[in-house]
């Protein structure tokens, strides 16, 4: 087995732009809710979605005392033209196991075709204790980020979050723009808490 590493969950999830400047990897395409499985997906049935993953050092993270391994990383680079600007052009993934299932996974990116952007007006019609998962889907459409226990509050709860960052240069400057709704259902379905917050300049 490789070598495991104790490395940050947030520099994984988080750091992605950092790495891809740099490198490049295999191309692959944005993960659906019919091709990864929240307690089910093994880290080899991610492999034969996915491929070999650019980074394959085990990482290991502690989250509510449990041990979390992340062990496939993709990362994707190219000269092609992003749908902000064309400042960094990247697509990359990060999966989250937890006794040898997905526990939560990560996909970003600034291709236009993977439509990461999502519309803030809508979150006025989620309501905490009444609007379900399905009508979440329904009206915001795939998250691009899932989570469950240990990586979520706890037993009970499940996490979905639409996060969106966007790069482009203006009067020789790189403006750095992103926001992110996070939100919290619990094993019946229903929203029990959200959050929504940006940054940057418009």
């Avoid at 049935?45 to 290991?60: A, H, L, S």
């Avoid at 999966?95 to 519309?119: P, Q």
């Avoid at 240069?169 to 926001?179: D, G, Q, R």
């Amino acid at each position: 087995m490789e070598k495991k590493h104790k490395i940050s969950y947030l520099f994984i999830l988080l750091s992605t732009p950092l790495i891809i400047s740099c490198s490049t990897g295999s191309n692959f395409e944005r993960p659906t809710l019919n091709s990864l499985f929240l307690g089910k997906t093994t880290p080899s049935e991610t492999i034969q979605k996915f491929g070999d993953p650019m980074d394959k050092r085990i990482g290991v993270v502690i989250k509510n005392s449990e041990t979390v391994e992340t062990l496939s990383y993709y990362v994707y680079g190219s000269a092609l033209p992003a749908v902000y600007g064309g400042a960094i052009s990247f697509r990359a993934m990060a999966f989250c196991y937890f006794n040898n299932v997905l526990v939560g996974y990560k996909f970003m990116s600034t291709y236009d075709e993977d439509a990461l952007d999502f519309d803030e007006s809508k979150i006025s019609q989620i309501k905490q204790g009444e609007t379900t998962y399905d009508y979440v889907l329904k009206i915001m459409g795939d998250p691009n980020e899932m989570y469950q226990y240990p990586l979520s509050s706890d037993v009970n709860s499940r996490e979905i979050r639409y996060s969106c960052s966007k790069n482009k240069e203006a009067m020789l400057n790189l403006l750095f723009t992103s926001k992110r709704l996070v939100i919290t259902f619990n094993k019946s379905g229903i929203v029990t808490d959200m959050n929504y917050s940006s940054s940057g300049t418009k």
